[in-house]
């Protein structure tokens, strides 16, 4: 077998580290997985315990119930470790960023793997990824908190990157921008003045505190008012599966990549 592309890192993982990911899946993403034929998915970089892989196993099964699960690690003591928790649908295999797979996975998650990478790996891996997926297959990338309470990831096609989201607990921030440091690789050195995504998130704490008052219904009332206050200016999805009350109402926000693309 050719040597995995790609570096080992931390392997730092946590039960339901990523469930804000997976809810938002299998929520926007699980029609599409109960259509395609022999759907397909890959986990990549799952870290020092299975625990995340079967997490989205067992999340994505039950609104895709033919969808199969494969955690790809680069360091073989982490593969060697999670293979014992394989099931019918679920396997653990050795490898990087050529996905070895039987054929294009109809979607992809990398979670806080490439933001251990450099901006230009991360720029360059998104394109050979999205080259791996099937016809309308999707790559979600992104960062969270170690608890995952906070969490930034962008959804990209085939083509290349179209949305950018936000989903964060309430209470466990004093305003957005507090999730600036969960943005993925290829945003996070472009938050400074005069960037797209700098101006966002400026705008995203300006209604923030614009809507302080909501705050005596809750927190989930304030950010659904400073959602309501952004999308005036920006192109803040509104309609489901990506949108509206029903997600917001989650503590998440997604815009489209073109908002914040800094090239
Ligand atoms: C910080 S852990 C993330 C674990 C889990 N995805 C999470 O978010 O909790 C990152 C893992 O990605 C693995 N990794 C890094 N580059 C990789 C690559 N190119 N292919 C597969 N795994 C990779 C590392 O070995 C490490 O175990």
């Not at 929520?27 to 299975?50: E, N």
């Not at 990398?110 to 990824?129: I, K, M, P």
């Amino acid at each position: 077998m050719a040597k995995p592309v790609g570096a080992i890192t931390r392997g730092t993982t946590w039960h339901n580290r990523l469930r804000r990911v997976d809810r938002w899946t299998a929520a926007v993403h699980g029609p599409a997985l109960r259509a395609a034929v022999r759907p397909l998915v890959v986990d990549l970089g799952y870290g020092a315990s299975h625990t995340t892989t079967l997490e989205l196993f067992e999340r994505l099964r039950a609104v895709a119930p033919g969808v199969e699960v494969v955690g790809i690690e680069i360091d073989p003591a982490r593969v060697a470790l999670a293979k014992p928790y394989e099931r019918e649908g679920l396997s653990f295999v050795l490898g990087g960023f050529e996905l070895p797979v039987p054929r294009p996975p109809t979607l992809v998650r990398a979670f806080n793997v490439l933001r251990q990478y450099g901006e230009e790996d991360a720029w360059h891996y998104w394109d050979v990824l999205c080259g791996k997926l099937a016809p309308g297959g999707v790559l979600v990338e992104g960062t969270s908190s170690e608890t995952g309470r906070r969490a930034v990831w962008v959804g990209l096609s085939p083509g290349g990157p179209r949305t950018l989201t936000f989903s964060a607990r309430f209470g466990d921030f004093e305003r957005p921008s507090d999730l600036a440091d969960r943005l993925p690789k290829t945003l996070i050195h472009r938050n400074v003045p005069g960037e797209r995504i700098h101006a966002f998130l400026r705008d995203f704490d300006h209604a923030w505190a614009v809507s302080a008052p909501f705050g005596v219904h809750g927190m989930r009332q304030r950010w659904l008012a400073s959602v309501r206050l952004l999308a005036a200016r920006w192109p803040v999805a509104a309609h489901p599966p990506l949108g509206g009350p029903a997600r917001w109402r989650l503590g998440e926000l997604t815009l489209p990549w073109s908002a914040v693309d800094p090239h």
